[in-house]
């Protein structure tokens, strides 16, 4: 139950294109879902999250899409460039008595081809 | 602000070996909690800690233990190193009441 599911384990899309990472969950006690990029020697970078109120948020190029009766939520690049070749990782906070402790996904590796 | 930083970010021990690695939040941010991140298990949560108070544990054995400085500077240690404490150590914090965690760069632990 407090695991997050995520997948494709790996993803390569030409320059523009729109690659889309999926994650499921199964505990509804998870309110907080953040997505982190990261590149090589790096640690984590946040770069958008999503409530389960809502169910859809952009930020830039990003977009998550939340569903929550399916428990499920995605991210969407737009516009794909080669610097976003990296490993995005979707992640869940258990709730207000957990604060501070995430579950993650196990990551996707995008490669992001000029 | 300054980001977080974490110290040292290399270290290659033996096993048997105990080792301490410390991270500095970002300044206001009370939260720390503490990452491990492999290329078979991925990112796994540590252990958090606020107001010099462990507030969640992760499911690591007790070999791996923590503390929290008055300044929120905390300090991770692993004692009786094993093989497969080599990874990745991320340390992340966050400020009071908000949900966003900031990483710091990591500490890469080899162990021999």
């Known amino acids: 139950q407090q695991q997050v599911k995520q997948s494709p384990q790996s993803l390569i899309v030409q320059k523009g294109g729109i690659p889309i990472i999926n994650c499921a969950y199964e505990?509804?006690?998870?309110?907080?879902f953040p997505w982190y990029q990261q590149f090589p020697g790096k640690g984590p970078a946040l770069l958008i999250a999503?409530?389960?109120?809502?169910s859809e948020k952009k930020e830039g190029r990003f977009t998550i899409s939340f569903n929550k009766s399916a428990k499920q939520f995605s991210l969407h690049i737009m516009d794909s460039q080669p610097g976003d070749s990296a490993t995005y990782f979707c992640?869940?906070?258990?709730?207000?008595?957990?604060?501070?402790?995430?579950?993650f996904g196990q990551g996707t590796t995008l490669q992001v081809k000029p | 602000k300054a980001g977080v930083t974490q110290t040292p970010r290399y270290l290659i021990k033996t096993r048997g070996q105990q080792v301490t690695l410390s991270c500095s939040p970002i300044?206001?941010?009370?939260?720390v909690s503490w990452y491990q991140q492999t290329p078979g298990q991925g990112l796994q949560f540590l252990f958090e800690?606020?107001?010099?108070?462990?507030?969640n544990k992760g499911n690591f054995p007790g070999r791996f233990s923590g503390r929290q400085f008055s300044n929120s500077r905390s300090e991770m240690n692993v004692s009786t190193l094993e093989l497969g404490d080599s990874a990745l150590y991320l340390c992340?914090?966050?400020?009071?009441?908000?949900?966003?965690?900031?990483f710091g760069p990591g500490t890469r632990l080899t162990v021999l």
């Open positions: 992340a914090s966050s400020s009071p009441g908000m949900d966003t965690q900031y």
């Open positions: 300044s206001g941010h009370r939260s």
């Open positions: 505990n509804t006690a998870f309110d907080y």
């Open positions: 999503i409530r389960p109120d809502v």
């Open positions: 992640a869940a906070s258990p709730g207000s008595s957990n604060t501070g402790k995430l579950i």
């Open positions: 800690y606020f107001s010099e108070t462990q507030r």
